[in-house]
């Protein structure tokens, strides 16, 4: 079965501060991808990354950074953490031809006080 | 613009009762269309999906959506639903470049 590592698996940050969220799968999967989870919003993508060293802006990039550095690893970097980032952050991966089928993390959830 | 509705946040129905979960779509192109579930604390799993060809298609744990063109949905059925089948359920369609939009979720109860 298909991997997808998310850590932290929660954080408390401060307002102002820097943030970085990891991500690492093991499906050897060309797609990487970050959504943020708020009630009543259900997923929105934020960036994705179909390879290396190049990421994509999703529907909601602002206030986020991308970063792709390998196949296997996908950061989402918050450089001025605010109150309304509170959410929870899934990873996800994905085969290069199609979206058949996404894997997920099992999500960070992200408290900015 | 593509946009994925599920107008109902929250359903009830009781355990062995029949369940519908409905999704409306909006998109220019052909849809790729998918119903995804998130148990608790657990990231989202692909319930099933569909492409073309037969509008009713097969899932997971006798999950089954119909497809309708004309009507720009895809509604998730179950003939007969468990307690664990509660969970959100979200659809989502395939647009650009491999990417995925979801709706909002419906959150399922299942009661005894």
């Known amino acids: 079965e298909a991997a997808v590592t998310q850590s932290p698996r929660s954080k408390v940050a401060v307002t102002g501060g820097k943030v970085t969220l990891s991500c690492h799968q093991t499906?050897?999967?060309?797609?990487m991808y970050w959504y943020r989870q708020d009630t009543g919003h259900g997923l929105r993508l934020i960036h994705y990354s179909y390879v290396a060293d190049s990421t994509e802006k999703g529907d909601i990039p602002d206030g986020y950074k991308a970063s792709r550095p390998s196949q296997e690893n996908f950061s989402l970097i918050l450089e001025l953490a605010s109150l309304s980032q509170t959410a929870v952050y899934f990873c996800?991966?994905?085969?290069?031809?199609?979206?058949?089928?996404?894997?997920f993390g099992h999500g960070t959830k992200l408290s900015v006080l | 613009a593509q946009s994925v509705t599920q107008p109902d946040a929250r359903v009830t129905v009781s355990e062995g009762a029949s369940l519908q979960l409905r999704c409306k779509y909006s998109?220019?192109?052909?849809?790729?269309l998918f119903w995804y579930v998130q148990y608790p604390r657990q990231g989202l799993q692909l319930l099933l999906k569909y492409y073309s060809g037969d509008p009713v298609v097969q899932g997971v744990n006798s999950f089954e959506a119909e497809f309708s063109k004309s009507n720009s949905s895809f509604h998730l059925q179950k003939a007969s639903v468990h307690w664990s089948d509660s969970a959100v359920y979200f659809c989502a369609l395939r647009a650009n470049y491999n990417v995925l939009y979801f709706g909002s979720g419906t959150k399922l109860t299942v009661e005894p």
């Open positions: 996800a991966s994905s085969v290069g031809t199609g979206v058949e089928r996404l894997f």
């Open positions: 499906n050897n999967h060309d797609y």
């Open positions: 998109y220019s192109a052909t849809p790729y």
